[in-house]
Structures are given as structure tokens and as C-alpha cells.
């Protein structure tokens, strides 16, 4: 994404169960950093239970070595998409064509501040809390979350 002040790049990463954008990071490089830190929020915020699964494309970033033993390190595994497949990542493609479309092409931003703000306003309080998918049986992915397990019903 661009703005006056130049190129600023977003990493994210879904929940594939319940849709939910659990943690995004934006920077003006386009690096292993990029991807750590957002990783590193959504560890922070999610907690996963051990074994859980890391899917991603076979970018530089996402196959950096340090990257990769962040993952194991939290217990997780890693899974990638074939060479030129983006339809491996379908959820993730899906996510950032919607981030593209809905926010980012409608507007423009003065400053890393200023997308920084708009993309938090999008991705937690319109994606995440308002945006339905027909997949969750029109629910946004926090109403998702939110809804009772079937052993509490």
C-alpha cells in the first residue's frame, strides 16, 4: 500500500476456523521483522494450544529461518503453500483482496500514522466485528467466537 510518505506493507494472520483476523502488523519494510512482530501479537493474544498450524505462502519472509524456529518454538508446525498455488492460501488472498478493495483503494494516506489508524479501524472493529461470511453462517468472525461451544448448549 502506498502513501505520501512512501510503501508500507501488511503482514496478518487468520484464525481459519472462525475467519478472524487475530493479529496484524504494518511496516515500511517488507522483512522478517514484518511477519515476527505480527506473529508475536497473535501468540500474545491467542495463546495456542501446542501442535497448532502455521500456513503461509513460500515467501522469504515466512521461510526466514528465524521465522521459522519462532514457530517451533511456540509449539507450532508449519505448513506451506505449493510453488504458485495462491489458492493454497485461499482464506489469506480472500483477506487482503477485502483489505485492498473495501479500505485501502477508497483511500488515501498521508502518513504511516494515518494508515496505521484506518487499518486498525477496518480490520478489528469492521472485519472482524462486522463484516459477515457465508461461511460462518453469516456471522462476523467475532460473533463466531462468540457463540456457545456445542458442549455448552
Known sequence: MRTDSGPLYLAALMDLYS???VAWHLSRRN????????????LQTRKPN???IHHSD???TYTASGYMRLIRDAGGKT??????KPRDN??????????KLEEVDRNRYGSFLEA???L???IDAIYNQQRMHSSLEYMSPDQFESRPTKEAR
Open 19 to 21: 475467519r478472524k483476523a
Open 31 to 42: 522483512d522478517e521483522a514484518l511477519v515476527r512482530d505480527c506473529l508475536l501479537k497473535a
Open 50 to 52: 501446542l501442535g497448532w
Open 58 to 60: 513460500q515467501g522469504s
Open 79 to 84: 505448513s506451506f503453500s505449493a510453488p504458485g
Open 90 to 99: 485461499a482464506h489469506m488472498e480472500s483477506f487482503f483482496r477485502t483489505v
Open 116 to 118: 496505521q489508524a484506518s
Open 120 to 122: 486498525e479501524h477496518f
